[in-house]
T-cell receptor, first 112, second 114 residues
């Protein structure tokens, strides 16, 4: 049982490049979310999904896109990377209220 | 909207000291409450939870009690170890609304010295 798997673990991008952060879970969880973690800012919600085919914006969605074509996968796309997107990104999933979220180990992204 | 407030850190303790990290929340109804722990270089891990008033969550020697009257969920441990050094996050999930997206506090860093 792998839990939540994020790839890559580290990435360096140049300003203006695009990329996709991958997230997959094998627990059949309906709820999935993407967060970014910055020093002194805690966790900020980027996008979330309550099931396959359903996504919505969180607190800081600008510059990011998501899709949820299957229950297992929830990729995060950076459309045109900017230095302000340098951060640690976490994907998380849950089976519903009261159960808490399972987090991946994170992707550390640097935009130069 | 919902919010979670945690005491600011870092909290610095000697090994075997008593730990309290304060957490208060603002939410409608009866949210579920959680504590997560993040070790350096890792993702968050669920430490304990409580889903209704007066419930006590516990795990690995840590405890927290859901206090509706004071809207609090303080984390405690009787005797901390060096290995408990980490960042601790308090969080809540709303009781209704459909998305159950959690709201996190900003985290409290704990440093335990030998």
């Amino acid at each position: 049982n792998a839990g939540v798997t994020q790839t890559p673990k580290f990435q360096v991008l140049k300003t203006g490049q695009s990329m996709t952060l991958q997230c997959a879970q094998d627990m059949n969880h309906e709820y999935m979310s993407w967060y970014r973690q910055d020093p002194g800012m805690g966790l900020r919600l980027i996008h979330y999904s309550v099931g396959a085919g359903i996504t919505d914006q969180g607190e800081v969605p600008n510059g990011y896109n998501v899709s949820r074509s299957t229950t297992e996968d929830f990729p995060l796309r950076l459309l045109s990377a900017a230095p302000s997107q340098t951060s640690v990104y976490f994907c998380a999933s849950s089976t519903g209220v009261g159960y808490g979220y399972t987090f991946g180990s994170g992707t550390r992204l640097t935009v130069v | 909207g919902d919010s979670v407030t945690q005491m600011e850190g870092p909290v610095t303790l000697s090994e075997e000291a008593f730990l309290t990290i304060n957490c208060t929340y603002t939410a409608t109804g009866y949210p579920s409450l959680f504590w997560y722990v993040q070790y350096p270089g890792e993702g968050l891990q669920l430490l304990l939870k409580a889903t209704k008033a007066d419930d006590k969550g516990s795990n690995k020697g840590f405890e927290a009690t859901y206090r509706k009257e004071t809207t609090s969920f303080h984390l405690e441990k009787g005797s901390v170890q060096v290995s408990d050094s980490a960042v601790y996050f308090c969080a809540l999930s709303p009781a209704s609304g459909g998305s159950y997206i959690p709201t996190f506090g900003r985290g409290t860093s704990l440093i335990v010295h030998p």
